[in-house]
């Protein structure tokens, strides 16, 4: 034993271990832009797992002595993917960057007090009376053993009272992962040092809400920008942009610190009056960060917003939007706070009449798009149109008014549309106009038969979408993007048929 | 802390004057730590032992909870290995009792209503299912009527440990302290490059700093280690058959995604460098400690060339129902002239760009394999919002029994204020497929792919059409 400690002592270099630790306790300025989940396609916003991401900024005043020092980054969010961090405005003072992950927890405070002297505590359920002990950590893996002055005993095996205190905490165990540079200066340094970091657990989307005019040829489109922060730190009175754009993202796996329980395990307790599921297992204490940090189960999102603000009182705070590469960025123009844990929402748009065509439309041959007819609005991304600007993907409300009483109509999808681009909003499947897809005849007389029918008293066209091959004996067939196109119109209470081979 | 720089200048006599100034006792050496990529890692331990002449037996502590014993070599001196041991019978208080069975243990009764303590001996029986014991002349389960009773053991037998513990049995010509060097594999240690380029899309330049990450998740801390990392994997016999599983072996890391490197370089970097792997020492010893991931920087080069590129690629001759986004790639170089000068170790790429008021924004990411330095490189950083593409069938026809007529149709629109090239890429083509008729040139680039590279005006759009000539 004295050989190695002398052995340790030898091959420490003079000025390792010699360096203060300095903690940096918060932001003090903070930006974050959140980025969407680049798989989540069109399903909306779990909040009990956000597959998104954010990219926070932070800016900290630090003071730092001359020599070796540690500057630990207290106040990250527990999303934090390591590898992204990046500190700026040190300079060639950083030596390393370090993440330590080992957590303070009773399973790790033992292990770490393995062969050392710890007190044992044991408390007399008659009488109260307390007596402590000194005790030598044996044994912690599998149950845990202690030497003290009696001889050897087993933790909570005997039926009393009793537990282990520590005299300190190990100094490499902390209570969150710690991100931390190590810094040699010749010099003290006092100044403002930049940390930004990609962090896991941060969604957001676009939420649309239209209402469509009286006359069914317009809808006023408000949009929001909803984002949603699944972290357990919140971001105080941070500039806040959000990403829209497919970015691609490479899987990381992000060690969620291990905080270990203590296991207690005692020999075979059996007794002459056993009852056989009697487990011998106890768990003392479980672990406040398990493997996965299993939020308590969020609140189910809720509905969109019914109705946009009105307009009249003072002006809507609406996010500016910019280019940023490939890529679209929203910009919030004023600081707000991103607590932990909560859903926010911010105006995207206000487009008050936007042209719109309905269209009903059918695909029979399609196996992803369903036998249904759907209803679709169907309007062009241009300021003619009242609209002419980057729409993000998110989900749209669509609402109609019945005398004074709002109703919703239907609800759907958008993926990005970019300006100039046909947009296309599924938003329900239609009621009044049902189609029949029959297969009849055999061998020649084999074709297929479409009839649709209508039991609103006006007429309603229909877009039925057939494969390129067809050809039909009793329409007109055109052929538009990839597709034969059978346009028609169903009249009120009416019907319309075609009949086609493939 | 002043204390132990001192002691370690003083040297020997004086560090042993202050042992407790140690902040982490352990029973490591002088450690240099080798890490390669794929999870793996060797470590050289050497320590000074203090060994009596001929045999005896030491224990290893502080080796790597991961060790594969199978790899463990021991040099030094003037010393013989009789044999080298892994035990891990751990020591539990279910060990303990079956350990203490023929022998007499102390039991202390505690009685619940007034604290009173009854020391009494026992012998125990046999500890299976429950413990069966014999006081005096009476046989008892132990804790059958449910009231508190210590056991005391007298002592821990020597076999049990706390820990999975090596131990060698050496055979020494001399008494004395000598030194030895302990050499192993473990698995839980690696590493990985992350990059970060901040991309100056207006002036084409990018300034990129490279980070050696390595990961321990081996269980043990290594102190103050002298570390060299190795670009490379080296070979890993699989654990099927002969293995017992007790730490499987991670699987092996995923391909690089193809068309990272558009022209590997032959050019040879500046690094150290052993057979085909390049070596990146760390500048100075560090501490490794357990569940840490470690940044120290190896790259930093500022304003090199770099290009935005699009690129669309259609998997089959099929239409798609709405315009797709076409990919956003990012090109450089990594040779010595016009470009980052380096080889560049597998990791992942971070792209940053400057929003309107300055502050970078991440755009996207891509792994990269071990690229060689001169090689082109094309890094897809994500989707465009603004370029998009609309293949179309608009027309399939049979000619004969198996072959097929097919045109194309490719609509490439940009809604951005700068004209863009999109490398337009039709794919599935299957070797005997024949362009018949085509709007503009393209390039068979392989048996499978075609490539046309379609200017797409600002605000605007373009067409290619192309008559395909197929089986099926």
Redesign the interface.
Known sequence: M?????????????????QAIVNSPGPGRV?V?V?RDPNRGLSSLNLGWLGGYA?V?EKRRVQLPQGESELRFVGVTSGIV?????VTGLGEA?????????LLSPGALLDAS??ERLHLRRT????G?VREQDAIV????????V??P?????LR????PETLLADRVP??LSAKPTLSVRIRSPHPIEREVTL?Y?TNNFDWQADYVAELSEAGDRISLFGWLTMANGDSTGLENAQT?A????????R?RV?P??AKPISI??????????IPEESEFIMVTGSRIAAYDIAPRAPPPPPPPPAAPERGGGDDIVAQE????????Y?VPIQVTVAAKSQKQIALMRQPAVKVESVLRLRPHDFGYGADVKRVLVSRNRTTEGLGL?LPAGKVALFGRAGDRRILLGEGRI??Y?????V?IPVSTSTGVLAQHLQVGQGETYHHELKLTNDLNQPRVVEVELP??ARASNGKLI?R???MLWRVTVPANGRAELSYRL | MRLISLAALLGASTALAQPAAVPTQTAQGDVAVTIYNNDRALVEDKRLLDLPAGRSRQEFRDVSAQIQPETVTLNGRGIGIVEQNFDFDLLSPSALMQNAVGQTVTLVRVNPANGAEVRERAKILAANGGVVMQIGDRIEVLRDDGLPARVIFDGVPPSLRARPTLSVTLDADGGGRRPVTLTYLTPGLGWAADYVALFDEANGRMDVQGWITLTNNSGTPYINASTLLVAGSVGQSSNYGGGYGRYPSPPPPPPPPPGVIDRAGTETAGRERLGDFYLYPLPERTTIADKQTKQVSFLDVQNTPAARAYEFRNGWLSTADQPLSANTVLRFSSSRNQGLGDALPAGTVRVYQRDARGNPQFVGEHRIGHTPMGSDISLATGQAFDVKVRPVVEERTRLSGDRWRTRMRYTLTNAGPKPVTVDLVQAGLWGDTRITDQSMKSDRTSADETRWRVPVPANGEATVTATFDSRY
């Open positions: 004295r050989a190695l400690i002398l052995l340790a002592a030898l091959a420490l270099p003079g000025q390792a271990y010699a930006s832009t980025y990219l900024s390591p590898q992204s961090a990046i950083v030596l390393e960057k370090n993440r330590d992950a080992r393995l062969g007399s359920k008659a009488t009376a044996r044994a912690t893996s599998d149950g845990v053993v030497q003290t009696d001889g050897v005993e087993a095996c005997t039926g009393l100094a490499d930004s990609l942009q990403v829209a754009g497919k970015l691609n993202r490479q990381v060690d610190g291990e395990q005692c020999w075979p307790q059996g007794s002459t009056s056993d910019e280019r940023l590469g490939d890529v679209r960025l910009r980057a993926d990005d970019t300006i100039g681009e046909k296309e390129l091959s052929k993007d990839g597709w």
